[in-house]
């Protein structure tokens, strides 16, 4: 499809957004020498993502070549789906305190009265 726009609608083609995307390199474990020079590098492992220009997402060539073909519209996007976790369940108090900062916070403030006493 990308193509046949390219053929023959250029200035459609040029219009639609690039977007970029990422490539991932072999993973790389260090080299004899590093490994007899630093001992704690053994366990090293380096892995490496690179970002590149990915070109033209299909959902937006389909949008622009569509009514060029007229075809009727592509489907929509379906909606992500709904968020389960519940934060205020998590936040204690919703005081932007986590119950574990809560609980550290409750035990320091009584050992610091103990400590008065």
């Not at 630093?38 to 492992?45: D, E, G, K, P, V």
């Not at 389909?62 to 073909?69: D, I, T, V």
């Not at 934060?87 to 400590?115: H, L």
């Amino acid at each position: 499809m990308l193509e046949w726009m390219r053929t023959n609608h250029p200035e459609k083609e040029s219009a639609l957004p690039n977007v970029w995307g990422l490539t991932v390199d072999d993973a790389q474990r260090p080299s004899e020498r590093e490994m007899r020079e630093n001992s704690r590098s053994r366990s090293a492992i380096l892995h490496v993502l690179r970002k590149v220009d990915a070109g033209h997402r299909l959902a937006d060539v389909e949008r622009a070549a569509y009514p060029l073909l007229g075809w009727a519209a592509p489907p929509a996007t379906p909606e992500p789906p709904p968020v389960t976790f519940k934060y205020e369940a998590a936040n204690a108090g919703g005081d932007g305190e986590t119950p574990n900062k809560k609980q550290k916070k409750e035990k320091k403030e009584k050992s610091a009265k103990k400590d008065k006493a």
